[in-house]
Each structure stands twice: as C-alpha cells, then as structure tokens.
C-alpha cells in the first residue's frame, strides 16, 4: 500500500510537517507495512518555506532586515542550492504577526524588509526566486521592497519619500537608475491566491486595508495613494499593471512585482506541489490524506485541500480529508475531489482545547480511518 500525506497546517497549532507527521503514525498503526510519503503543502502564505524544505531537504537560511515598522528582526528562507532557487516569505519579513495590535497601522508599515530578503537571495547567487504573499502587515504598493532594491520614490523637492502607503501621495518622481541590476537575470514567480486588483472597492486598501489596522478614513485615503502610485508608474513603465488580478495582493505588493520586476503569479499550492514533487509521489498511491485546521465552502477557493485533491484526482487516487472542524458547507468539497472528511473532536471541547491537542487527535482520528480503510478492503 502506498500513501500520500500532504496536508496544510493547522493554524496557530501545528506546521504542515508536523500535521504530516501526527497522521502517518496513525495510520501505519494500521498499516506498519505500507510506504508512507509525507508531502506538507502550502498556500504561498505562512508555512510555505517550511513546507518546501520539509519536502525538498532544501537549506534553512536567516538574515537580519526591517521589521514593518523598521523595527529589527530576524526572517528565515529557504534555498535550494542545486536549482539556486530562494523560497521566500513575505509574512517572515514584513507580516502582520510582526507588529503588535496596538501598534497596527497600514499607512505607515513598510515592505522593504521582503526587499532585503530579495537582495539577500540575489547575494546567495539565486536564478530563481520564489516569493508567497500572505499575512502581510502592509498597504504600500511594495514601494517599501522596490527601495531595498535601489529604486528612489522622491517628493517635488526630490527628498525620499518616507516609509508607507500614506507618504504615496506625495510621489512625484520614480528614479530606476540605482535599481539592483541582477534582477535582470532572475526569473521572478510569486505565489499568491487573491485575484483583487491594486485599487477601487475590491482592492488592497479597501479589502485588506482594516484587518491591517486602517480606520475607514485612511482606507480612502490609501486607496487614494495607492492610485496615484500606479499613475506615476505607469507614466514611468509606459504600461498600467494596476487593474492585474493579484495586483492588490500583499497590499499592493503584487502590484510592484509585475510592474518592476517582470514577475509572473501563480497560485501557491501548485508552486510547492510542485517543488515538493506532489506529483510524482502520486503515481501508483492507493490514497491521499490532506487537511488543514477548518474546512468549510470557503476551502474551494484557493485552499490546500482542494489544491491538491485536484491533483490526486487528475491522478486517479482517492482522497481523504482530516481537519480541526468541519464548518458550514463543507460538503461542497466532495464535487471538488474529496471522497470524505473528518473533523478530529472526540466531543466537545473548546478552541484552545482542540489546538493544544490537535497532534494527538490527528494521529487518532487518522488510525480510526484506517481501520475503516482497512475494513472497506477486505
């Protein structure tokens, strides 16, 4: 028998290697002969660097750049030397989790600490960059990780502009002179799964802008400089990349990524399935077990889950799903390549409960599932 395992992580609780892990030792209670093959996947948010390495024995590397408040901190990538790929986080540098709630406040958070981890993976030599948007902390149009790269946002008496997406307002100049030559010689991908564009109702300012710690009079006012951003770009690059769908993502990082860095999007589970070899892991499974912390009708659009159902699917492997808890809707998921889910519970029991006992349950729930597996075969 061989297995699959390749689910997302439980939130706040366990890593996608660690969900892996816990769900292998159930089922090879069951079935200690079968070939198990652990492949942690990833959205492009949070998770994602640990999830390639965990899958690909890449190396864990860790530099020294501005928090988004400018702050210090220590931010972690990963490197996969013989590819001379760099797998990297934005949350890691410039997330949300990095600035505390009194202290939120997206028309001043910067993304130039993602910029220097760009600049760190361009001083390892990399040919490739992989970048996940997630959790990101901030609004400025990735003004903040083009600076780290060289290039100069100037006011009319051509003095910098001051961190954030507020001080986009004042922008009267884009000079790309200094800019980081090597990009050149890069091939740029982002991993991201929002579709919104830069500005409007269902852009970075407007939909992401209040979890960020934006008051309504701010988001109009971010919108607003986040719009006169594109226009001074676009006069600059001779082309508007603000209407691309992703352009809003990561507040308007993914704006800057096309528009400067001739990047190319796609959807982050089928980067790390790729890089993990999902695939290929696939040919001759008997099953695939997946799961993340909730699964409810919202895991259809963009989730781990689903992601790499679709391909098991395509593979012609069933596909079972353990998560923390099955919300409303959930049964959506069986047209989308689930054959069943499980919630973990053995009765109820609170949130902080079920997380400080998630490993356990899962090993439980996924041997319980492999006596039914064993059951159903005869």
């Known amino acids: 028998m061989k297995v699959v395992i390749a689910p997302d992580s439980f939130k706040e609780s366990l890593s996608a290697p660690e969900v892996a892990s816990a769900i292998a030792r159930g089922w090879l209670q069951v079935f200690p002969e ?28 860790e530099c020294r750049v501005s928090g988004p408040l400018g702050k210090p901190v ?22 949300l989790h990095l600035v505390p709630r009194e202290q939120r406040d997206a028309s001043l958070t910067s993304s130039f600490g993602t910029g220097e981890l760009i600049r760190a993976a361009l001083d390892a030599g990399a040919r490739r960059i992989i970048l996940g948007l997630g959790g990101s902390a901030t609004n400025d149009g990735g003004a903040g990780l083009l600076q780290a790269l060289g290039v100069r946002f100037l006011d009319a008496c051509d003095n910098p502009l001051t961190p954030g997406g507020a ?25 991201a799964d929002v579709d919104n564009p830069l500005c409007g109702p269902r852009g970075a300012s407007w939909v992401f802008g209040p979890q960020k710690g ?11 400089a986040l719009a006169h951003f594109a226009e001074v770009a676009s006069a600059v690059l001779g082309e508007d990349h603000s209407r691309f769908p992703g352009a809003g ?57 689903v992601g790499v159902a679709r391909l098991a699917q395509a593979a012609g492997v069933p596909v079972l799903a353990l998560a923390g808890s099955l919300g409303e809707g959930y049964q959506a998921l069986y047209g989308a390549g689930i054959d069943a889910a499980f919630a973990l519970s053995p009765g109820p029991q609170s949130l902080e409960q079920s997380m400080t006992h998630a490993a356990t349950e899962l090993q439980a729930r996924a041997c319980d599932v492999a006596r039914v597996w064993r059951m159903a075969r005869g």
């Open 34 to 61: 079968a070939e198990v093959l652990q492949r942690p996947m990833a959205d492009g948010g949070e998770g994602t660097v640990d999830a390639v390495l965990a899958a690909t024995g890449g190396e864990r590397r």
């Open 167 to 191: 001080a986009l307002a004042d922008l009267v100049h884009i000079d790309l002179s200094a800019m980081d030559p090597r990009l050149d010689d890069v091939e740029m991908l982002i991993a």
């Open 249 to 305: 993502a990561a507040g308007g990082l993914g704006f800057a990524a096309r528009a400067f860095l001739g990047a190319r999007f796609r959807p982050g589970i089928e980067l790390v399935a790729e890089l993990s070899g999902l695939a290929d892991a696939l040919k001759g499974a008997d099953v695939l077990i997946t799961g993340e912390g909730r699964l409810d009708s919202q895991s259809l659009h963009g989730k781990t889950p």
């Open 74 to 95: 220590i931010a972690h990538w990963g490197w996969l030397g013989e590819e001379r790929c760099a797998v990297l986080e934005m949350a890691a540098a410039s997330g």
């Open 214 to 224: 934006a008051h309504a009079d701010q988001v109009e006012t971010l919108d607003a």
